[in-house]
Nanobody, 121 residues
Framework: QVRLAESGGGSVQAGGSLRLSCAAS????????MGWFRQAPGKEREGVAV???????AYADSVKGRFTVSRDNAKNTLYLQMNSLKPEDTDMYYC???????????????WGQGTQVTVSS
């Protein structure tokens, strides 16, 4: 049974940093494209970053240079390091695996429950 559990969200001031984690079970993170997405109530879901099985990342233009996606295969965990956070980064962040296509615009088969990130100005 595939399970994704996000953690690491919280409240920070603009310019601050957070690191999100996504602990995976039921499959090996090294074998699949995985990604981070975000969505606020009433807004469309937005792809933030994806990483393929060869560890090649891709980012939304809005986060390039500020966010870094990575994974630790030994811990079966996906990460999102977020630096220079802005108020517009405030959202619920979701981890996803088994993306249909390994792009930030793709849908995915499995989703975590989300972790809230709030950035104040």
């Amino acid at each position: 049974q595939v399970r994704l559990a996000e953690s690491g969200g919280g409240s920070v001031q603009a310019g601050g940093s957070l690191r999100l984690s996504c602990a995976a079970s039921g499959f090996a993170t090294s074998s699949r494209c995985m990604g981070w997405f975000r969505q606020a109530p009433g807004k469309e879901r937005e792809g933030v970053a994806v990483i393929d099985s060869l560890n090649r990342p891709a980012y939304a233009d809005s986060v390039k240079g500020r966010f870094t996606v990575s994974r630790d295969n030994a811990k079966n965990t996906l990460y999102l390091q977020m630096n220079s956070l802005k108020p517009e980064d405030t959202d619920m962040y979701y981890c996803a695996s088994a993306l249909i296509y390994c792009t930030i615009t793709s849908s995915a088969r499995y989703w975590g429950q989300g972790t809230q990130v709030t950035v104040s100005s």
